[in-house]
């Protein structure tokens, strides 16, 4: 199982980032993914979840500004940001979970937002 996270980086408080997770070896249609974000100090903490049907679900700091979508086609699950704060500043990192009896992690992308 192989994921890889792209789409991070700099930009300005109000500002918008995209975020993709490219996932290979699992059934990608049939499966949940999220994603997980850490912040320098702080515990890792779950952003967005979206279901194989596409029921998606956000941690209460990002409802309304974060969208979460899923392409079965192209096995991507993207994360839309919008209205960026800089406490959304940290490491995001999309999972597999409960695959096979264990979770898959990316490498994660940086994101950080200035104020």
């Known amino acids: 199982v192989q994921l890889q996270a792209s789409g991070g980086g700099l930009v300005q408080a109000g500002g918008s980032l995209r975020l993709s997770c490219a996932v290979r070896?699992?059934?990608?249609?049939?499966?949940?993914i999220d994603w997980y974000r850490q912040a320098p100090g702080k515990q890792r903490e779950m952003v967005a979840v979206?279901?194989?049907?596409?029921?998606?679900n956000y941690a209460d700091s990002v409802r309304g500004r974060f969208t979460i979508s899923r392409d079965n086609v192209k096995r991507t699950v993207l994360l839309q940001m919008d209205s960026l704060k800089p406490e959304d500043t940290a490491v995001y990192y999309c999972?597999?979970?409960?695959?096979?009896?264990?979770?898959?992690w990316g490498p994660g992308t940086q994101v950080t937002v200035s104020s």
């Open positions: 999972r597999v979970p409960n695959f096979r009896g264990r979770d898959y």
């Open positions: 979206i279901t194989s049907g596409g029921t998606a």
């Open positions: 070896g699992i059934n990608f249609g049939i499966n949940t």
